[in-house]
């Protein structure tokens, strides 16, 4: 039996691939409407001061949209919890999760936090 590098790479490969397909397994996540889910998140200005962040209401601090028309919005923002309007939201499986939502709309909701805040 001799040893061949171009078989024992195409292995590995192999496993390195079936082993991420494994951990990148993602969590559908909604929104539960009977009950109140917030977020408490430190601003970057002041570490003793903190902001709630309802997943309630649809709220948005970063977003991005397109040049087209009509434009095609996404939020960025990630959290434990995706916002109450969110159909398409996306969780890792870790502790605590990290969430997305993938929704593509025509428009940005509202911040989460009030003009001149930083968070």
Known sequence: ???NMKESMNVTMLLFLLAFTA???VVDARFDSDSFISQVLPKVTDDTN???KSTTTACCDSCVCTKSNPPKC???DFGETCHSCC??????LSYPPVC???DITD???DKCTPEGEAH
């Open 1 to 3: 039996m001799k040893f």
């Open 23 to 25: 951990a990148a397994v």
């Open 50 to 52: 903190y902001y709630v």
């Open 74 to 76: 996404r939020c960025t």
């Open 87 to 92: 159909k398409n939201c996306i969780c890792a």
């Open 100 to 102: 997305r939502c993938l």
């Open 107 to 109: 428009f940005c909701y």
